[in-house]
């Protein structure tokens, strides 16, 4: 059976000043779209950048609420509770090695440099006997829609547009 996961892709607008080129020389303002995206930890993502990022998820199994997963790996993988909002779903997508995803996007902000991840252990070095601890997630970023579409996962990348979508349908 495939495994199930579930996920926020939490976004923002930020300011974007640009100059106007009318006659008043005013400071024209415009709103980007930033989404935020985490880098995996531990040693197999270690120097991994483009196509390695996600949207904070994580594993739920039969019988668990998928909405309530995603909330609360939100917390174990940045260490502040998901921003408070709507949530508007974005439904799911399936991964390279099977692995259906289910996201949610809802706008909040954080500070990204903030975050305190919780560890997992494995053997490293491979077949050492040693056990080292590794952060689950190590980095978090506020990217654009376009470096998101990079850096996610491929599968993911339809969730940032499945958001654009969303956005431009309520203007």
């Given amino acids: 059976m495939a495994k199930t996961s579930a996920g926020l892709l ?3 607008f930020t300011p974007e000043p640009h100059d106007a080129l009318d006659a008043l020389d005013a400071l024209e303002v415009l709103e980007v779209l ?6 995996p930890g531990g040693p197999f993502w270690a120097k991994k950048d483009e196509g390695a990022w996600s949207i ?3 594993e739920y ?3 668990d609420d998928p ?3 995603a909330k609360r790996e939100f917390f174990e993988e940045l260490g502040v509770a998901p921003p408070e ?3 508007a779903d974005l439904g799911e997508v399936t991964q390279g090695g099977g692995k259906r995803v289910h996201a949610w996007a809802v706008r909040g902000d954080l500070d990204v440099t903030e975050i305190t991840s919780n ?3 494995i053997e490293w070095p491979p077949r050492s006997g040693r056990v080292s601890s590794f952060p689950e997630v ?3 970023a506020w990217v654009s829609a376009e470096e998101a579409r990079r850096k996610l996962v491929s599968a993911q990348s339809a969730f940032v547009d499945r958001l654009v979508d969303l956005l431009e349908g309520e203007r």
Avoid at 34 to 39: C, R, T, Y
């Fill in 10 to 12: 939490v976004y923002r």
């Fill in 34 to 39: 930033e989404v935020l995206v985490v880098h």
């Fill in 56 to 58: 904070p998820k994580g």
């Fill in 61 to 63: 199994g039969p019988g």
């Fill in 67 to 69: 909405a309530a997963c």
């Fill in 85 to 87: 909002g709507t949530w």
């Fill in 119 to 121: 560890t997992f252990e």
């Fill in 138 to 140: 190590d980095a978090a």
